[in-house]
């Protein structure tokens, strides 16, 4: 099962990326990489999270990018691998709930819109 989110948020990329890596501690960070270049800046953070309801570990993908010189960040999450059979693609909401996590987070910390 996967499930993707998104938001923008009103704040610079690499302060919403500080963000989301403190209040996303105790989430196994697996990789990631941050690209920066000439006003602009996008970070690509993998994770990992055990989730017993469905006795499988999922992956959370969160990429944050937007200009430097610009108060709008793009936060996009992609959460996958959480389907206990590759055959039934069932997981109890478990990708859902990981790959809205940061977006609830972000919620709370700033001011933010759907895209």
Do not use: C
């Not at 500080?18 to 501690?25: F, R």
């Not at 602009?40 to 990429?63: C, E, P």
Request: aromatic share 12%; no cysteine; net charge negative.
């Amino acid at each position: 099962m996967s499930a993707i989110s998104e938001i923008i948020v009103y704040s610079r990329p690499h302060e919403v990326h500080s963000y989301l890596k403190e209040h996303l501690s105790h989430v196994e960070t697996v990789s990631e990489d941050v690209f920066e270049g000439p006003g602009m800046y996008v970070a690509v953070t993998v994770y990992q999270q055990y989730f017993m309801r469905v006795g499988n570990r999922a992956a959370l993908t969160v990429i944050v990018s937007g200009s430097q010189d610009s108060d709008s960040t793009r936060v996009k999450t992609v959460a996958t691998g959480s389907s206990r059979d590759f055959i039934i693609d069932f997981d109890w909401g478990a990708a859902g709930a990981f790959a809205y996590e940061p977006i609830e987070l972000l919620k709370r910390g700033f001011r933010t819109s759907e895209p």
